[in-house]
């Protein structure tokens, strides 16, 4: 028995020079200044519009704060710290230095921890914890462009109330048409997305420092005592409707770690720190300012108030492309995010199509996109204005900002070796901070904060049930298993005759030992067709809980080879979770440069896969059987596993159907 560990970039050079591809290699490519710009349409749209109705909630809301003086200071000085904390200091400076293989986002943290839930008492707790943020994050996706473009449609309210009776209908037309041209992909439009967003910041920083000028007092709301005074004067119910209104200023904060693989840490922190941080400040002191000169707030909309009234139309069609810039980015990580999860082997699989040839990192989910387009059109329709739909906002985003403090705080003792003092001292403030605005947040449970509770908590439940049900198929398929390797050698050694075909069976687990059990398949061959195959190659394909297979991608293992009889070989394949798993294309170059000794002409190679036939055990009960139906159910949905690792484009292909029982 021999071994062969093919390098990384062999199969994948090779096979793309084969396919006539140019590939082009993971990570953030281009300049300083043009990554930043691009960061600026995508990282930051969503925080970008969030003056369109953050401030708005604090007076206008349900906390209903009086407009004095001391009031405005200190409302102001809440939303300038807790943009300074949560974004420039936790996110902008912390968070987004925990990448994994230069990728961010949930998922990204689940691998970094991932290795260390056997040894750690709580890991395992927490890795279920960035699952369940995962799902709030498909629930958030949901409201975020409903919020943003309602918004920004409101801005022709505020011009003339003739058009208040058609702001529902054209933000529906405008969610309508954004979606509908998603299986474009977002590559041809991305051009735009960063220059949009700049002349953005540059409008709303002016509107902000002429207000600034004509009311300089705000800037004492640089103070931070001023906004813990004011926290402290209101009554313990008020103070947490304050809270939650003041989640909208830092919601979209969480983008700079889920867009990190796009962009990389530096464009994001020159982005945030050059542009976005000093325009958000100016608007909110700029708000705060034209609150302090008693000017009249025109239909609770003080962002509108602000502008001159000539400049109302053009801020208004400014305001709803900025809108739908952000909503384009938030809907694109969807797709990013559900990938991902794809990937790790936490969701089923859906039809996933790449709209660019060059980047896979562009692509479309047909499920995901209508599923998020009739969630936001039913919430407009439902809520019907952006300031009840804020009720809705923020208490998903703030589960998922604690999550990731939580695990901040494990990656950092795990990762990046602090000492527990240290930090306790950096990651307890921050987690106290978010576990406030958590707190805060669920008083809007009931007036909509369940809509993203109940997404994101039916996509966790989806999610564990996947996870249970592939492990336990496993479990199933593995002890059907009656031969090991060698036995299956000898046999194949002693038939008679041999069928003349180069058979792959896919095998769930690696194959690296002749006293290894053989796949159940290998069984169901033999019982079926009375002879074995001339060549016989087990596939195994890893999926390790990493972005990107950078060494050791494919490991050839030689079980027996004669000349005559032909052989049996073990092929493990591995690929990252931001990675295509083409294993057609990979196994077809192998053969091709005698990576396994098979030969190259596809008529004789047949690809055998199984599909399992699930039956309870007798012994199960109701629960685990409520939860097998569910996993069935998912199976029915989801695509086969082989059609996503792309066997069957050119190669037979032949299911079996084995029977196993689950317990």
Known sequence: MTEVQAPVGYAAAAGAAALGEERTKPGPRGGIAALSIGALGVVYGDIGTSPLYAVDQIFSGPAQVAPSAANVLGAISLAIWSITLIVAVKYALLVISAENEGEGGVFALYSLLHPYKYKQRGAHLLLWGLMLGAGLLFGDGMITPAISVLSAVEGLDVATPAFAPYVIPITVGLLTGLFAIQFKGASRIGIVFGPV???????????????????????????????????????????????????????????????????????????????????????????????????????????????????????????????????????????????????????????????DRAHSGQIYIPFVNWALFLGCVALVVAFGSSSALAAAYGLAVAGVMLITSLAMFAVARNCWRWSAPRAVLVWGPLTAV?????????????????????????????????????????????????????????????????????????????????????????????????????????????????????????????????????????????????EEPNVERYLVDMARHKEIDLSAQKNQWIVHVAHENLLPDGRMGLLRRLRLRLFVFLRLVSRPSYYGYGLGDEVRLSAEIIPVRVR
């Not at 979209?252 to 990190?260: I, V």
């Not at 400014?318 to 995010?337: E, K, N, P, R």
Request: hydrophobic content about 55%; some cysteine.
């Open 434 to 578: 978010n576990a406030a605005f958590l707190v805060a947040n669920s008083l809007k449970f009931l007036e909509g904060g369940f809509v993203p509770l109940t997404v994101g908590g039916a996509v966790f439940l989806v999610m564990a049930t996947w996870r249970w049900g592939r492990k336990a198929t496993f479990a199933a398929y593995t002890a059907k298993s009656a031969m090991s390797i060698a036995q299956l050698i000898e046999v194949h050694r002693r038939a008679p005759y041999l069928l003349e075909r180069n058979a792959l069976l896919m095998s769930p687990y690696p194959l690296r030992r002749v006293d290894d059990r053989a796949p159940a398949l290998a069984t169901l061959l033999l019982e079926h067709g009375g002879a074995l195959p001339r060549n016989m190659i087990f596939v195994e394909v890893a999926h390790p809980k990493v972005p990107f297979i950078r060494d050791n991608r494919c490991r050839v293992t030689v079980f027996d080879r004669d000349e005559r009889r032909g052989g049996v070989i073990g092929v493990e394949l591995s690929f990252g979770f931001m």
């Open 197 to 355: 967003l700049v002349v953005w910041f540059v409008v709303i920083a002016v509107l902000g420092l002429a207000q600034i000028v004509r009311q300089p007092q705000i800037l004492w709301a640089f103070d931070p005592w001023l906004g813990l005074a004011f926290l402290g004067h209101a009554g313990f119910h008020e103070a947490l409707l304050i809270l939650g209104a003041l989640m909208l200023v830092v919601t979209g904060g969480e983008a700079m770690y889920a867009d990190l693989g796009h962009f990389g840490a530096r464009p994001i922190r020159v982005s945030w720190f050059a542009v976005v941080f000093p325009a958000l400040l100016a608007n909110y002191l700029g708000q705060g300012a034209y609150l302090l000169s008693g000017a009249p707030v025109v239909n609770g909309a003080l962002f509108y108030s602000m502008a001159p009234t000539a400049a109302i139309y053009p801020l208004t069609l400014l305001a709803t492309v900025a809108t739908v810039v952000a909503s384009q980015a938030l809907i694109s990580g969807a797709f990013s995010l559900f990938s991902q999860a794809i990937g790790i082997g936490l969701l089923p699989r859906v039809a996933v199509q790449h709209t």
